[in-house]
């Protein structure tokens, strides 16, 4: 079982940077990747940025050039940078992992329970 633990959200202002950290705990055999989705009120979870084990990045077009996501494999934890935050932003931010639990015969999605970013004046 993977436990996702998420840190960094708040209150910025517009044009302000935040950054997210989660870390993953437990007994699993691997992570694949990980990455952030968020959530804002009424609207349905999207992806952010997603890093797979190779180095292979997706992001949103909506934060392309303003997100950053970094990974480190060997401590399991997940970054995202984000710069010139615009009130659009504002959600809630869930961290994600895709790995191997207790078995390679299929891969487990797992999920924080999310951390609010606000972006206001």
């Known amino acids: 079982q993977v436990q996702l633990v998420e840190s960094g959200g708040g209150l910025v202002q517009p044009g302000g940077s935040l950054r997210l950290s989660c870390a993953a705990s437990?007994?699993?055999?691997?992570?694949?990747?990980m990455g952030w989705y968020r959530q804002a009120p009424g609207k349905e979870r999207e992806l952010v940025a997603t890093?797979?084990?190779?180095?292979?990045?997706d992001y949103a077009t909506s934060v392309k050039g303003r997100f950053t996501i970094s990974r480190d494999g060997g401590k399991n934890t997940v970054s995202l940078q984000m710069n010139s935050l615009k009130p659009l932003d504002t959600a809630v931010y869930y961290c994600?992992?895709?790995?191997?639990?207790?078995?390679?015969?299929?891969?487990?999605?797992?999920w924080g329970q999310g951390t609010q970013v606000t972006v206001s004046s």
């Open positions: 890093i797979n084990a190779g180095g292979g990045i």
């Open positions: 994600t992992a895709r790995g191997y639990g207790t078995s390679y015969v299929a891969f487990e999605d797992y």
């Open positions: 437990g007994s699993f055999l691997s992570i694949v990747s």
